[in-house]
């Protein structure tokens, strides 16, 4: 009987424990999706400070879902990822959406991660910057650590990345 007692202590107590799972889903909307203006195979042309020009392609885009669980929460969140490719770097541009929207751009050089600005989609403005004004624009800084030197890089909705301004002065604008 005390072991009847036990089994059945044991399913009451695994049955009431378990929980309804709930399932939140975040999609961007095409509003949302137009944030960051760059199509497949677009080509994107900059000229460095010492009037060198760089010129890249649009060679992916990617829509997909990621999956967070908790408990008994699931939460998928939507990202949308635009990588340009020049010669010897990349920059990736992502627009996140779960609770909040973000907008994070890094760049590569030989396939290593160099830096990373990130910024807020919703404080797009008209930008003064280095002399030049940009409209529907962000300024986003460069992520750092340790009171390190950081740089600036100006994006629009219009062109994308429109100039980077790199801690050691150097710089990119984009050309038409």
Not at 15 to 26: I, Y
Not at 54 to 68: A, L, P, Q
Not at 116 to 123: A, C, R, S, V
Request: aromatic share 14%; with cysteine; proline share 2%.
């Amino acid at each position: 009987m005390k072991k009847l007692f036990s089994i059945v202590f044991l399913i009451a107590f695994t049955v009431s424990c378990s929980c309804n799972e709930t399932l939140t889903v975040f999609t961007l909307n095409e509003q949302e999706k137009t944030i960051v203006p760059y199509k497949l195979n677009d080509t994107v042309q900059w000229v460095d400070n010492k009037n060198a020009t760089y010129k890249g392609i649009v060679n992916d885009v990617i829509d997909r879902y990621s999956e967070d669980k908790t408990d008994c929460d699931r939460v998928k969140f939507n990202d949308l990822l635009h990588y340009i490719e020049f010669d010897n770097f990349k920059y990736l541009i992502t627009i996140s959406k779960s609770n909040i929207i973000r907008l994070g751009i890094h760049e590569y050089a030989n396939d290593k991660s160099t830096k990373y600005f990130t910024g807020n989609p919703n404080d797009f403005a008209t930008v003064e910057f280095n002399g030049e004004t940009y409209e529907n624009a962000i300024l986003l800084k460069q992520s750092v650590l340790d009171d390190m030197p950081f740089g600036h890089l100006v994006f629009s909705k219009k062109n994308g990345i429109e100039f980077i301004l790199f801690e050691d002065g150097t710089w990119y604008k984009r050309v038409e």
